[in-house]
């Protein structure tokens, strides 16, 4: 991969693909042989869109711990399971070009950055997208290719593929315009993704009942599988402008990735098919909120992060890990918001009351419980729903405020909250309650925000816009 085509263009060379060669391969350029063919590594010009894209297959497959030399660059090394990823891919598809990591994603500089910043659009440009699971895993496939019920021994087996937990499977799923499944070996035609996930999501189901676990039970119990349902929905969903950026959050939280910079990578690869901006000096955290910023969601500041103390308002995240306040799959399109010479003006936000809870919050808090965890008259309401939340997965160790609108739990940022103010958001909303801020008025009569919370209680009826600045 020459670097100075890196360097004089790194927007071109951002998108390369693996073609069949039936010539000698140009100077300076890869090649292999695979699957019976020569396959060389072309420059593909700048990242296209799903309508100008040429014909080409990405390959999904999880790295491993095991490392090969890579024939594509001498100079660096690559997944022992790359060369079998691709064979699979060849033998099943007969694609007329590929697009492998390995291979196409150019090794350092602007380039690199480029093609990260780019990979929610090369995957949903791509015809199609081929997972390679472990061979393992084909005693799923083979079930769902005679029109078997997954055994919960093959599903258990399945949990144990490492390509369920990595970060990129997430994006690259999601962003699919047409999936199909193979184990590592499996020369067979490949598993329509609607089908094997389908009949996955439905032993999921049957395990859950077999085992008897409530939703909260079943996520500590099996979390790769947990994920891989979070993953269905969220592929079933498919248009990522429906996708905010709390719900990535949420569906990335937990997985794993060799860099963690790979994480928001892939978020932003799921929050948007535009191709990347080469900004390779932006911190992949602060592009992953520009991008957000720029698609009017600011549902990344519910986010379980220290605040950026250089931004007036004590609202956005400072750059670094952003998971959200709990692992859990929301409801809303987006926070709607923007940004104005005054501050962050947020859209539809409850002011909350405190007191004591309404009869129909009180109501809904004992409904959710029951529901949920089988708890219908604790000593303790407001423990009993702290606790609750944990075994979802919220860290919040702040300060509940009982409010006429339910139960409000504070992340815990700040040691000291003035008198605050409490808002929730309308815009995103989980089947329990809604992400909150918890605000105070400052000298400059403008509302900053001190911490982020969790409400359970029922849908607030109204909201308004506030300014945070």
């Known amino acids: 991969m020459p670097e100075a085509l890196e360097a ?74 790359a060369m079998s990823a691709l064979e699979a891919a060849i ?16 090794r350092a500089g602007s380039a690199r950055i480029l093609g990260l910043q780019s990979m929610g659009a ?60 193979v184990a590592e070996g499996q020369r067979d035609v490949p598993v329509r993704g609607v089908r094997l996930l389908n009949a996955v999501g439905h032993a999921i189901g049957n395990l859950r009942k ?32 429906q996708r905010s950026a709390y719900r990535v959050m949420a569906g990335v939280a937990g997985r794993t990735a060799r860099e963690p910079e790979d994480l928001f990578y892939a978020m932003i690869g799921a929050i948007t098919t535009a191709p990347g901006v080469d900004r390779s000096e932006i911190d992949p955290a602060e592009y992953f909120m520009r991008v957000c910023e720029r698609k009017g969601d600011f549902s990344f500041i519910y986010a379980q992060a220290p605040r950026d103390p250089s931004r007036a308002g004590g609202w ?11 692992p859990w799959a929301s409801n809303g399109e987006r926070q709607k918001g923007e940004l104005h010479p005054e501050g962050l003006r947020l859209h539809d936000m409850a002011a909350l009351r405190t007191g004591s809870l309404a009869p129909a919050s009180l109501d809904f808090v004992r409904v ?35 409010t006429a609108e339910g139960f409000f739990f504070a992340q815990g940022l700040a040691s000291d909250y003035g008198d605050p103010m409490l808002f929730v958001a309308r815009d995103i909303s989980f089947n329990f309650g809604a992400p909150g801020l918890v605000a105070v008025r400052t000298a400059q009569d403008k509302l900053a925000v001190r911490d982020v919370g969790i409400l359970v209680g029922p849908p607030p009826t109204s909201g308004a816009t506030i300014t945070l600045g």
């Open 210 to 241: 077999a085992e008897r676990a409530d939703a909260f039970q079943f996520r500590a119990r099996h979390p790769r599988l947990d994920a891989l349902e979070t993953l269905i929905e969220d592929w079933l969903q498919a248009d990522h402008e």
């Open 316 to 326: 956005r995240p400072a750059p670094g890990p952003l998971d959200p306040l709990i």
């Open 122 to 181: 090369i995957y949903a440009a791509a015809r199609a997208v081929l997972a390679v699971l472990s061979s393992g895993a084909s005693a799923v496939l083979d079930a769902v290719r005679r029109n078997e019920a997954i055994a919960i021994s093959a599903l258990k087996q399945l949990e144990e593929d490492e390509w369920i937990s990595r970060a990129w499977t997430y994006q690259e799923i999601i962003n699919s315009r047409k999936i199909g499944f």
């Open 368 to 402: 959710w419980l029951q529901k949920t965890t089988g708890i219908t008259g604790p000593p303790s309401l407001q423990a009993a729903v702290r606790d609750t939340l944990k075994s979802a997965g919220f860290s919040g160790c702040g300060p509940c405020t009982e």
């Open 8 to 81: 004089e263009n790194p927007r071109r060379s951002a998108f390369r693909l693996l073609v069949r060669s039936t010539d000698e391969a140009p100077p300076g350029s890869a090649s292999i042989e695979a699957g019976g063919s020569r396959w060389r590594v072309m420059d593909a010009g700048s990242v296209p869109s799903p309508a100008s894209a040429p014909k080409y297959v990405c390959v999904s497959y999880s790295w491993g711990k095991d490392q090969a030399p890579n024939p594509f660059d001498p100079e660096q090394s690559m997944s022992a399971r």
């Open 91 to 106: 033998a099943t598809w007969r694609p007329a070009a590929i697009w492998l990591d390995a291979a196409c994603m150019p």
